[in-house]
């Protein structure tokens, strides 16, 4: 199939430092396994509908859910994101993630953490939580349930943020202790005021007028959403 993924020799080399040390027998070829869940994870589909070219199915949910458990993917996730190399401008961002509809239904494990599921207008949903840079590529999460509010994404966001200049946001982030909070930071918020706000909100300018800064943080806020996370099907659904 030509429409398969594959890692890259340069994806590979970036990755192979976070791999576990294999102990006895060898690991099954690596970049055939992970390039599988990948294409998985993209695709929305059931690990038994995995093309034959990545191997056994029960292979790839065997990798993804003992590396998952162990905390390596997210160990891999916090790595990469680490090499941002960002210093001028981040945004922030909440995306809805759709409930599966028997995902309600399923109780939690006993004595494990909440299944972070919501009720909201659309129904069930878990809320995702994003700073991203300039390109919408993402550098940290935050996972909470549907309903949870904006301001405690970034609340929760916050201690991670890099040394950049500006940060990018829409009304949903604005709060006078996240603004100094920002500007404790040395960051500038370029985060349109609420209506019902009492008095207006300044901008520095630098050469552009506000409404231009507010048509690019919408514009790029939504980055995250459209392009990096509604893709991958296994995710969004």
């Given at each position: 199939m030509s429409d398969l993924f594959w890692l890259n020799d340069a994806q590979m080399a970036r990755l192979e430092p976070y791999f576990p040390k294999s102990h006895g027998k060898p690991r099954v070829d690596d970049r055939r396994v992970l390039s599988g869940i990948i294409f998985i994870n993209r695709n929305g589909l059931r690990w038994r509908d995995a093309p034959k070219e990545y191997g056994p199915h029960k292979t790839l949910?065997?990798?993804?859910?003992?590396?998952?458990?162990?905390?390596?993917?997210?160990?891999?996730?916090?790595?990469?994101?680490?090499?941002?190399?960002?210093?001028?401008?981040?945004?922030?961002d909440a995306t809805y993630l759709k409930a599966h509809r028997t995902a309600s239904s399923l109780g939690?494990?006993?004595?494990?953490?909440?299944?972070?599921?919501?009720?909201?207008?659309?129904g069930m949903n878990t809320k995702l939580?994003?700073?991203?840079?300039?390109?919408?590529?993402?550098?940290?999460?935050?996972?909470?349930?549907?309903?949870?509010?904006?301001?405690?994404?970034?609340?929760?966001?916050?201690?991670?943020?890099?040394?950049?200049?500006?940060?990018?946001?829409?009304?949903?982030?604005d709060a006078d202790w996240f603004r100094e909070a920002l500007q404790d930071k040395g960051i500038r918020a370029c985060i349109p005021g609420r209506k019902q706000r009492k008095t207006t909100v300044k901008y520095p300018l630098d050469g552009?007028?506000?409404?231009?800064?507010?048509?690019?943080?919408?514009?790029?806020?939504?980055?995250?959403?459209?392009?990096?996370?509604?893709?991958?099907?296994?995710?969004?659904?």
């Amino acid at each position: 199939m030509s429409d398969l993924f594959w890692l890259n020799d340069a994806q590979m080399a970036r990755l192979e430092p976070y791999f576990p040390k294999s102990h006895g027998k060898p690991r099954v070829d690596d970049r055939r396994v992970l390039s599988g869940i990948i294409f998985i994870n993209r695709n929305g589909l059931r690990w038994r509908d995995a093309p034959k070219e990545y191997g056994p199915h029960k292979t790839l949910y065997n990798r993804w859910k003992r590396w998952s458990d162990k905390g390596i993917f997210a160990h891999m996730m916090a790595g990469l994101a680490a090499e941002h190399g960002e210093k001028k401008t981040v945004m922030i961002d909440a995306t809805y993630l759709k409930a599966h509809r028997t995902a309600s239904s399923l109780g939690a494990k006993k004595g494990g953490r909440g299944r972070l599921i919501g009720r909201t207008k659309g129904g069930m949903n878990t809320k995702l939580h994003a700073i991203c840079d300039s390109n919408g590529r993402p550098i940290s999460f935050f996972v909470s349930a549907g309903q949870v509010s904006d301001y405690i994404g970034a609340r929760a966001l916050l201690s991670s943020l890099p040394d950049v200049d500006w940060l990018l946001g829409d009304r949903g982030y604005d709060a006078d202790w996240f603004r100094e909070a920002l500007q404790d930071k040395g960051i500038r918020a370029c985060i349109p005021g609420r209506k019902q706000r009492k008095t207006t909100v300044k901008y520095p300018l630098d050469g552009v007028d506000a409404p231009s800064r507010h048509r690019c943080a919408k514009v790029a806020v939504s980055k995250f959403a459209t392009r990096r996370k509604r893709p991958w099907r296994r995710l969004a659904l």
